[in-house]
């Protein structure tokens, strides 16, 4: 199994970026994506979440309207477009999975996968 995010990077305050987390060793489509967050001295949050099927989706109050989440099935890869950033969004960015249960809030997942994580460093 593995789960590799590619993508980050420095940004201007306002600019934009886009995050790729591409899987391999289990069933894609058969899992929920998440993308999460961790900065210096804070825990990790979640960002925002994809279901298996696409149909639903989080979004962490501080992202709205500002990151789009999306999945590729085919290329078994879940994107994150991220736009207006600001220098609080700085941080490591992980994706992780999760199989998909229907009763299973999607802000409430807890990857059983992870990847390494991609730095995106927001500063002018």
């Known amino acids: 199994v593995q789960l590799v995010e590619s993508g980050g990077g420095f940004v201007q305050p306002g600019g934009s970026l886009r995050l790729s987390c591409a899987a391999s060793?289990?069933?894609?489509?058969?899992?929920?994506i998440g993308w999460f967050r961790q900065a210096p001295g804070k825990e990790r949050e979640i960002v925002t979440a994809i279901s298996g099927s696409g149909s639903n989706l989080y979004y962490g109050d501080f992202v709205k309207g500002r990151f789009t989440i999306s999945r590729d099935d085919a290329k078994n890869t879940v994107y994150l477009q991220m736009s207006s950033l600001k220098p609080e969004d700085t941080a490591v960015y992980y994706c992780?999975?999760?199989?998909?249960?229907?009763?299973?809030?999607?802000?409430?997942?807890?990857?059983?996968?992870w990847g390494q994580g991609t730095q995106v460093t927001v500063s002018s």
């Open positions: 992780g999975a999760h199989i998909s249960i229907a009763s299973m809030p999607l802000a409430t997942m807890t990857p059983t996968y």
């Open positions: 060793g289990f069933s894609f489509d058969d899992h929920t």
